[in-house]
C-alpha cells in the first residue's frame, strides 16, 4: 500500500510568488493535516482537514488555505511568498486520530 | 493549551549504550502521546503511541516509553543503541478534545558514535 505522498518534493520559489502543495493521504484515510518544520525546530500545526471540511487552524496567516477534494487529497497554498516561509512541509493522515502517517514532506525555499 | 518540552537538544552516545531522551508536556485535558523518528532530509516516521492502557508502550526496533501521568512525562529509553539509530527524534501529544493537532518538542538529536 502506498504510504502519503507529497508533491513536489522540492521547490524554489521568489518573494512574493504563490505556491501550492498537493497530498495524497493513504488510502481510506479521511482526515489529511499539514505542519510547517523551520529548520532545527519541531514541526508548526497548520491545518486539519477532515471529509473536506476544515477541523482545526494553527496561527499561520491568512496568506495560507488549504482544502480538500472529495477523493480526501489535499492542497496547501501559500501567498505572497515570505523567505521565512522557507521551510519543509509535512501532510499527515491518519484514521481516527488514533496515529498520523507523515509522509516525506515538500521542501519550499523561498529567495 | 498543550506545549511539549524535551529536556536535551542534543544527546551522544556510544554504540551499545543505554540511551533516554526525555520528554514533559502540559495540558489541562487527557492526552494521546506518541514519539516519532527523523532522518536526514526525511519526513517523520512514528516510533511509538500511548493511546491507552498500559503506561509501558514499546516499538518493534527496541525502543519504549512510559506514560508517567503525575509527572506529565512520556520519556523515550533504548538499552542498547546502534549507529543506525542516530536521528531527531521529535515527542508530540494529541489533546483527545482537539482535532488532530498535535503539538510537537524541539526535538532531540541521537548521536551514536561507535
Known amino acids: 500500500d502506498a504510504g502519503v505522498t507529497q508533491s513536489p518534493t522540492h521547490l524554489i520559489k521568489t518573494r512574493g510568488q504563490h505556491v501550492t502543495l498537493r497530498c495524497s493521504p493513504i488510502?481510506?484515510?479521511?482526515?489529511v493535516s499539514w505542519y510547517q518544520q523551520v529548520l532545527g525546530q519541531g514541526p508548526q500545526f497548520i491545518f486539519q482537514?477532515?471529509?473536506?471540511?476544515?477541523?482545526g487552524r494553527g496561527n499561520f496567516p491568512d496568506r495560507f488555505s488549504a482544502r480538500q477534494f472529495p477523493n480526501y487529497s489535499s492542497e496547501l497554498n501559500v501567498n505572497a511568498l515570505l523567505l521565512g516561509d522557507s521551510a519543509l512541509y509535512l501532510c499527515?493522515?491518519?484514521?481516527?486520530?488514533?496515529?498520523?502517517?507523515f509522509g516525506s514532506g515538500t521542501r519550499l525555499t523561498v529567495v | 493549551a498543550q506545549s511539549v518540552t524535551q529536556l536535551d537538544s542534543q544527546v551522544p552516545v556510544f554504540e551499545e549504550a543505554p540511551v533516554e531522551l526525555r520528554c514533559n508536556y502540559s495540558?489541562?485535558?487527557?492526552?494521546?502521546l506518541f514519539w516519532y523518528v527523523q532522518y536526514p532530509n526525511q519526513g517523520l516516521q512514528l516510533l511509538l503511541k500511548?493511546?491507552?492502557?498500559?503506561?509501558l508502550v514499546e516499538s518493534i526496533n527496541g525502543f519504549e516509553a512510559e506514560f508517567n501521568k503525575s509527572q506529565t512525562s512520556f520519556h523515550l529509553r533504548k538499552p542498547s543503541v546502534h549507529i543506525s539509530d542516530t536521528a531527531e527524534y521529535f515527542c508530540?501529544?494529541?489533546?483527545?478534545?482537539?482535532?488532530?493537532?498535535?503539538?510537537f518538542g524541539q526535538g532531540t538529536i541521537l548521536t551514536v558514535h561507535p
Open positions: 499527515a493522515s491518519s484514521l481516527q486520530d488514533r496515529g498520523y502517517t
Open positions: 488510502s481510506g484515510h479521511k482526515s
Open positions: 482537514y477532515y471529509e473536506k471540511e476544515e477541523r
Open positions: 495540558s489541562s485535558v487527557s492526552v494521546y
Open positions: 500511548y493511546l491507552s492502557g498500559s503506561t
Open positions: 508530540a501529544v494529541l489533546e483527545r478534545t482537539s482535532y488532530g493537532k498535535l503539538t
